[in-house]
C-alpha cells in the first residue's frame, strides 16, 4: 500500500466512523502533508531549465574545464572528485533541475548549466585575480 492508497483509507475511515478519534484525525492530517511534500519533490524532480547551448558565458571555457577537472570545489574549496562540477555538499545544495542541467555535456550547455549553478550558490565566478599591494 503506498501512501495514496493509506491517506484515501485513512480519509474513507474517518468518514465511516466519525471524528471522535483525535489520534486519526492527526495521522490523517500527517498522511495529507507528506503525501503533499512527496507530490512537491515528484515536481521538483521532473522540472528543467532551458540552456541556450550557444549563449555567451563569462567564464571562459578553460577556467571551466579546469574546475571541472581539479580536486577542490570552486564554492567552498572542499575536495571534489575529480571530474565533478562541486563537491557532495555544494552540489545536493543546487536545485534538482540545476543539477540534471549540469548532466549535460561540454559544448552542449555544460558552461552555462555551471554558471547557473554558481549563481545559485550565490558564488560569483571569479576570472582574473588581481595582485594586491603590499
Known amino acids: 500500500m503506498n501512501l495514496r492508497e493509506a491517506l484515501v483509507t485513512a480519509i474513507e475511515f474517518v468518514r465511516e466512523h466519525g471524528h471522535h478519534d483525535a489520534r486519526l484525525q492527526q495521522a490523517v492530517k500527517v498522511l495529507a502533508r507528506k503525501a503533499e511534500r512527496m507530490r512537491e519533490k515528484a515536481e521538483a524532480r521532473n522540472a528543467t531549465i532551458e540552456i541556450d ?21 570552486r564554492v567552498c574549496n572542499r575536495k571534489k572528485t575529480e571530474c565533478t562540477a562541486f563537491c557532495f555538499e555544494c552540489f545536493y545544495t543546487l536545485k534538482p533541475a540545476t ?15 555551471y554558471e547557473i549553478a554558481l549563481a545559485e550558490l550565490d558564488k560569483q565566478p571569479v576570472i582574473f585575480l588581481e595582485a594586491r599591494p603590499a
Open 53 to 73: 547551448a550557444n549563449a555567451p558565458t563569462v567564464l571562459p571555457r578553460s577556467m571551466v574545464i579546469t574546475d571541472y577537472r581539479g580536486l577542490y570545489c
Open 99 to 113: 543539477r540534471k542541467a549540469l548532466r549535460l555535456s561540454f559544448g552542449e550547455g555544460f558552461e552555462q548549466a
